[in-house]
């Protein structure tokens, strides 16, 4: 389901954070996955199956979403 999340997506959580955003963005990605709190800026790391869920959608796509690799220019 989230094999295909990209750095730079804005994923919407099920439960707001405390400050009020329910808009993380992905800042890293591996064996666990780094969002950060589009309201205050928090970042938390987070298991992969274990934010699968908690996300409710995602809302926006990163730059890095296509599968291929991104064109040197
Ligand atoms: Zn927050």
Same mark, same amino acid.
């Given at each position: 389901?989230?094999?295909?999340?990209?750095? @730079?997506? *804005? $994923?919407?959580?099920?439960?707001?954070?405390?400050?009020?955003?329910? %808009?993380? %963005? $992905? $800042?890293?990605?591996?064996?666990? *996955? @780094? *969002?950060?709190?589009? @309201?205050?800026?928090?970042?938390?790391?987070? %298991?992969?199956?274990?934010?699968?869920?908690? *996300?409710?959608?995602?809302?926006?796509?990163?730059?890095? &979403?296509?599968?291929?690799? &991104?064109?040197?220019?």
């Amino acid at each position: 389901m989230l094999a295909d999340l990209s750095l @730079g997506d *804005i $994923v919407q959580l099920r439960k707001p954070h405390p400050c009020g955003s329910r %808009e993380w %963005e $992905v $800042v890293r990605l591996g064996a666990d *996955i @780094g *969002i950060q709190c589009q @309201g205050c800026g928090h970042r938390i790391l987070l %298991e992969r199956r274990d934010l699968a869920k908690r *996300i409710k959608t995602i809302l926006h796509r990163g730059l890095n &979403a296509s599968h291929s690799d &991104a064109p040197k220019t």
